[in-house]
C-alpha cells in the first residue's frame, strides 16, 4: 500500500511537470505563429496579374516572379490579361478583378492614360495597385517597377565601347515615337558621347518595331555609311532586322550588334554570333517584387513610423529599377524557354 | 484498494493521451518553422546597418525601418556607424564589421568613391552589400535605396506652383557643387519651367549648407529681387535661414518657402507657418527595403529563374527610389522625434 502510494504521487508529480512544461512552450509557440516573426500571408489571401496581350512570351519571367514571391510568403495569385492589344479589353478585365475584391493587383498599362480611372476606382475601393513593365504616372497606383530605359541605353553604349574599343562610327534602330525608345537611344547617345569621345552615331532611324522594316532601315544605313561599325536596336524586332541585313550582305560576325529583349529570334542570333549581345530586362524581379509591395501595402502592419507613431507614409519604394542584364553567346542557353 | 487502482489506471490514461496529442502538435509545429511558407530568418543571422556620422538625428527613420524589417523577417541588426565625418573612419568601421561575416551589411556611404575597395572585398567575400541614402556607384554593391533628388525638386516646384497660383518670380538656397544639391535644383527649374509657364527663378545662390551663410544670402536675393515671391532650400539649413532672414524683414508667411528634411529647426518653422512646406525622405523605406533586399541576396532562395533554371541575375531592383513627402502644418507633429 505505501509502494503504491509512493508510485502514485511519482507519477502525479511528472505529469504536473509536464503540463508546466508544455504550457510554458505552447505560450512561446503560439505567440510566434501570430506572426511576431517571419513575413507570412494566408492562403485565400488572392492577389491578382493584369497584363495587355496576356499570350507574349515576354511575361513569363514576371509570372514566374509572381508566383515565386506567392510560394515565399504562403499567399494565392492569379493570372489575368486582355487577350488582344485593346486597351478597352484591358479596362474590362481589370474592372472584373476589381469587382472580386482581391487582396492586390499588378498591372502592366497597355498606355500611360487609358487605366487611370479604373485604377483609381481599385485605390479609392482599398485594393493595393502596383504597376510593372510599364506605367500609369498621373494614375494614384502606389508603385511602378520596371526598367530604367535610359540606363539601359547606357549599358548597351557601353557594351558597345567595349567591343569597339572605344572607336568607330555607330547607328541606331529605334522607334522615335515612343518614350521607353527614345529613352534608350538617349542613354545610348550621352553614353557614348561622355565616356567614349572617339565614337559617333553616325545616323538613327526608324524600325517601326518589325523585322522588315528594321532589316531594309538597316541595308539604308549600309548603303549611306559602309563604314558603319555597330548597330544599337532598342527593341528585339529590330535586333534581328539588322541580323538579316547583315547576313544577306554578307557582314554577319563583321559588325557589332547590341540587341534588346530574349525572344527567341534574337536568343539564336546570339548563339550563332550575328548578334554580339543583348538586353535582358528584370521581369522576374518586377513580378517578384511586385508581389512583395502589394503584401505589404495589403497588410499595413509594416508602415513607417517614426518613434512608434505612425506617418503618412506608404510603405513601399515608389519607384524600382529592375534592372538589365547583358546577355552574350557565354549565357545566352539560360535565357531559352525550356 | 480497487478504488485506488481506477484513479491510478485513468490517470495513466490521461497521460498517455497528453504525449500523444504534444508529440502530434509537436511534429506539426516544428515541420511549419523549418519554412515551407513565409519569409523567416534564423536569430543569429546577423545583418549590420553602417553609416556615416552615426549621430545624426537624420538616420533615425532608417534604423527603425531596419529594425522593423529584422522584427519581421526574425532576424538581427546591429548599427555601426564613423562617430565624425571622416572616410578613413567609415572604412575602418566597415573594416570590422566585414571581419565578422555578418549576413548583410547596408552602408551609407560618406562619398561616392572612398568605399570602393572595402565594399568589393566585402562582396567578394560572398557577404551582401546595399547602399542607401548615398551611394556608391561604381562599387559591386547589389542595389542602392534612396532619394530621386531630381524627382524631389520636381515635387518641391509642384508645391510652389500649387502655393503661388502658378506665377511669381522665385529663388533657389542650395550648394552647388555637390551632386545631390545640383539635382534637386536641376528638378526644381526643369518642372517650373515646363509646368508653370508663368513662373521664373530669378536668382540661385550658395548657401553652403550652413544657417547663416542661407540667411546672408536669402537677404541679398530680398535686397536684388524685393519682388520674389518664394524660395526653395535644397537641405535643411538653407531653409532656416531663409526664415530667418523672412522674420528679421518682417516677410514671414508673407513669402512661400519650401524647406527640406525634417530636423526640428524646420519642423518649428513649419509649425509656426514660416516654411510653408518641407520635404520628408522617404528613410524607414531606405532601411526597411534594405534589409529585405539584404535578406534575400543572403537566403538565394528566390534567385531569379527561367523555367525552373537559375540564371544570372541579382534578385534585388538594383535601384529603388525611397519616395518622399510633403511636410505641412497639418501634419508635422508626426515628424517630431517623441
Chains 1, 2 share one sequence.
Do not use: C
Not at 479589353?89 to 481589370?94: N, P
Not at 557589332?256 to 529570334?265: L, P
Amino acid at each position: 500500500m505505501k509502494k503504491l502510494f509512493l508510485v502514485y504521487g511519482l507519477l502525479a508529480a511528472t505529469f504536473m511537470v509536464y503540463i508546466w512544461y508544455y504550457g510554458y512552450r505552447d505560450d512561446k509557440l503560439g505567440g510566434w505563429e501570430e506572426g511576431t516573426a517571419g513575413l507570412v500571408g494566408e492562403i485565400d489571401e488572392n492577389y491578382v496579374m493584369v497584363t495587355f496581350q496576356s499570350g507574349l512570351d515576354y511575361w513569363r519571367g514576371s509570372m514566374k516572379g509572381f508566383e515565386d514571391a506567392a510560394q515565399a510568403l504562403n499567399v494565392s495569385v492569379e493570372f489575368r490579361g486582355a487577350t488582344q492589344y485593346d486597351a478597352n479589353e484591358e479596362i474590362t478585365v481589370l474592372e472584373q478583378v476589381i469587382a472580386r475584391k482581391p487582396a492586390g493587383i499588378a498591372i502592366s498599362a497597355i498606355n500611360p492614360e487609358a487605366l487611370n480611372q479604373t485604377i483609381n476606382k481599385a485605390v479609392n475601393a482599398g485594393i493595393p495597385v502596383v504597376l510593372f513593365d510599364s506605367g500609369a504616372p498621373e494614375s494614384k497606383a502606389y508603385a511602378f517597377l520596371g526598367t530604367d530605359n535610359y540606363e539601359a541605353g547606357a549599358q548597351a553604349a557601353r557594351e558597345m565601347g567595349r567591343r569597339l574599343g572605344g572607336s568607330g562610327k555607330v547607328a541606331v534602330v529605334t522607334q522615335p515615337n515612343q518614350l521607353n525608345h527614345q529613352e534608350r537611344t538617349h542613354g545610348f547617345r550621352d553614353t557614348l558621347y561622355k565616356e567614349f569621345p572617339g565614337m559617333a552615331i553616325v545616323d538613327v532611324v526608324d524600325g517601326k518595331g518589325d523585322t522588315l522594316v528594321s532589316e531594309k532601315a538597316a541595308m539604308s544605313v549600309l548603303d549611306k555609311h559602309p563604314e558603319v561599325a555597330g548597330f544599337f536596336a532598342t527593341q528585339a524586332n529590330g535586333g534581328v532586322g539588322i541580323g538579316q541585313a547583315l547576313q544577306m550582305r554578307g557582314l554577319a560576325g563583321k559588325r557589332v550588334v547590341i540587341g534588346f529583349d530574349t525572344d527567341k529570334g534574337t536568343l539564336d542570333m546570339v548563339k550563332d554570333g550575328v548578334i554580339n549581345a543583348t538586353l535582358a530586362q528584370g521581369t522576374w524581379n518586377m513580378g517578384y517584387w511586385s508581389l512583395l509591395s502589394l503584401f505589404h501595402l495589403h497588410h499595413q502592419t509594416t508602415q513607417p513610423r517614426t518613434n512608434g507613431e505612425t506617418i503618412g507614409v506608404h510603405p513601399v519604394p515608389p519607384y524600382s529599377d529592375t534592372g538589365i542584364t547583358v546577355v552574350t553567346r557565354s549565357n545566352v542557353e539560360d535565357y531559352y524557354a525550356k
